[in-house]
């Protein structure tokens, strides 16, 4: 991923906000990042824009080669559903639909699995993020650290070459935390997936492999630099 003088603005004239200002950044396959920063610096802004949510008034992002601004939104759709998955704060499970449903709808709908392959690749996933023997569960009746394992097996389940986690640790607590942590940091290592970040937690920071942190909308800090 390649982002190259990106600025973003929201609204006009006197209500304009800056919420990026000339971010550059490369980031390889396989590197696990930590977009850090204060509240309302622009780490949203910033992963919604690089993965093709949201798009940047000036500069432009390469997404596994590809130049985002230019493609239909037909391609960023296809480019979401197949390469890209998502793990947010509050979690975003649908709450009617049981932890193995969670994982196995998105999985189907997206169109680029059939039923069978589907339900093999959610109990695979489930079970690697050790949530197997509760997958009949609905996410009211998991606790904050389960749930977040539910999401990370959803984000998971199609094989991704990029997961984009929006504070994913910023709903739980410390222990709890440091848990989904290590299990992002193992399947970093394991898949080769490239994960990016964003996160006020310090110990996020000390175990990322690249540390980028951003304030007031500007790159404050990039420990690949
Ligand atoms: P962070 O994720 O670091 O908390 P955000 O990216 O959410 O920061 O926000 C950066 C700035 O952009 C903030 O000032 C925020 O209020 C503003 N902002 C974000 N999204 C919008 C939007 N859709 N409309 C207007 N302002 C926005
Ligand atoms: P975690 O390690 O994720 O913090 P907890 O200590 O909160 O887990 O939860 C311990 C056990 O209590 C878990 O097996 C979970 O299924 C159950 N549990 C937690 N919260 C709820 C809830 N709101 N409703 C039903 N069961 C819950």
Redesign the pocket.
Same mark, same amino acid.
Request: proline share 6%; hydrophobic share 30%.
């Given at each position: 991923i390649s982002i190259n003088g990106v600025y973003k603005s929201? +609204?006009l004239y006197e209500n304009k906000?800056d919420?990026l200002k000339n971010i550059n950044i490369e980031i390889a396959q396989g590197e696990f990042l930590a977009l850090c920063?204060? #509240? +309302? =610096? +622009?780490? #949203?802004?910033?992963l919604n824009i690089l993965s093709g949510i949201d798009k940047p008034s000036e500069g432009y992002v390469l997404f596994l080669n590809k130049l985002l601004r230019d493609l239909p939104e037909t391609d960023l759709a296809t480019i979401r559903s197949k390469h890209l998955g998502f793990i947010f704060q509050f979690f975003n499970l649908i709450p009617v639909l049981n932890a193995f449903d969670n994982v196995f709808y998105p999985l189907v709908l997206n169109g680029h699995f059939d039923a069978k392959s589907a339900r093999e690749r959610s109990l695979h996933f489930l079970d690697s993020v050790g949530l197997a023997d509760l997958r009949d569960r609905k996410p009211g009746q998991l606790s904050g650290g389960q749930q977040q394992r539910v999401a990370i097996a959803r984000a998971l389940a199609h094989e991704p070459q990029v997961v984009v986690a929006?504070e994913p640790t910023g709903n739980l607590d410390q222990a709890t935390g440091e848990a989904v942590l290590d299990l992002l940091l193992k399947i970093n290592q394991q898949t080769g997936t490239t994960f990016i970040i =964003?996160t006020h937690s310090t110990q996020l920071k000390e175990r990322a492999q690249r540390v980028v942190e951003?304030r007031d +909308?500007e790159l404050a800090y990039d420990s690949a630099q």
């Open positions: 929201f +609204g906000v919420a920063g204060p #509240s +309302g =610096s +622009g780490k #949203s802004t910033l929006d =964003s951003i +909308g």
